[in-house]
């Protein structure tokens, strides 16, 4: 078992930077390809950005793409994601994720079924 547990969260005004982190115990995380996804009140979870067990790999959402940076530190055990210029409509739960798959493409990075880990996500809220 893995347990994924996210943290930096927090409440900002637009333009901001935040950076969060998914912390991982129970199994190495150099094991897992991981994800961040969002979801907002109302909404369905959607994909954020994702980074292969190596780190050489990373997918972003179009909307974050240039503002977000995905990260890893598999001696932490710890992935990142750094978030600048942040906007209103980023306000969402952040939750992370790991998939034990390989991705042979850029598609399952973004599936949400894909995903066998998730932690419980942590609140960004970005006042305008």
């Known amino acids: 078992q893995v347990q994924l547990v996210e943290s930096g969260g927090g409440l900002v005004q637009t333009g901001a930077s935040l950076k969060l982190s998914c912390a991982a115990s129970?199994?190495?995380?150099?094991?897992?390809?991981l994800g961040w996804f969002r979801q907002a009140p109302g909404e369905e979870r959607e994909f954020v950005a994702a980074?292969?067990?190596?780190?050489?790999?990373?997918y972003y959402a179009d909307s974050v793409k240039g503002r977000f940076t995905i990260s890893r530190d598999n001696a932490k055990n710890t992935m990142y994601l750094q978030m600048n210029n942040l906007k209103p409509e980023d306000t969402a739960v952040y939750i992370c994720?790991?998939?034990?798959?390989?991705?042979?493409?850029?598609?399952?990075?973004?599936?949400?079924?894909?995903?066998?880990?998730w932690g419980q996500g942590t609140q960004i809220t970005v006042s305008s």
């Open positions: 994720a790991g998939d034990t798959g390989s991705w042979g493409s850029s598609a399952r990075p973004r599936i949400v079924g894909a995903y066998d880990y």
């Open positions: 980074i292969t067990w190596s780190g050489r790999s990373s």
């Open positions: 129970g199994r190495a995380l150099s094991l897992l390809n």
